[in-house]
């Protein structure tokens, strides 16, 4: 007479079937596998300049020749370059102010340089371009201005912009 198996052993030899056959599926595959990460940045276009005033009370009766009124500091990345602007409120010229205002006899004209800019009359916007990125440059913004001992008594004044754009 054969014996069947009791059902506790069955359990168990089912139980073992089972779990052979999940630890066969679940185990590590055998095939190498890879994937990739993509890594980038973007950096914003940044241009700034920084003035830095000295004196710009200027000697009209003797004159003042090439007497420096600013420190300039430019940084700009981008690499097409940018350009730097100079120009005048009065077109380049000291104005009279108070009860000079307007009189013709109380304007003087005066010439900037800086960098490659060499004596700038400001009639017109003086540019200076960069080819690239630059970072911290500094120059001296100096100013000429011819004299005369019949310059009329009172103020006289006027504001230089300096500005930045990339290109």
Known sequence: MTR?????????LLASVVAVGFALTAGPSLAATSDTIQLSSTVAQDCSITVANKDGV????????????????????ETAGYTITISSANAGNLEGTGALAGNAGASVDYAVSYDTVSAADLATNATLARSG????????????????STRLAGSYEDTITVSIAAN
């Open 4 to 12: 069947l198996p009791s059902k506790d052993l069955k359990k168990f």
């Open 58 to 77: 200027l000697d009209i009766v003797a004159g003042t020749t090439n007497k420096k009124i600013a420190d300039i500091t430019e940084s700009c990345n």
């Open 133 to 148: 990125a630059v970072f911290g440059s500094a120059n001296g913004l100096y100013v000429t201005v011819g004299g005369s």
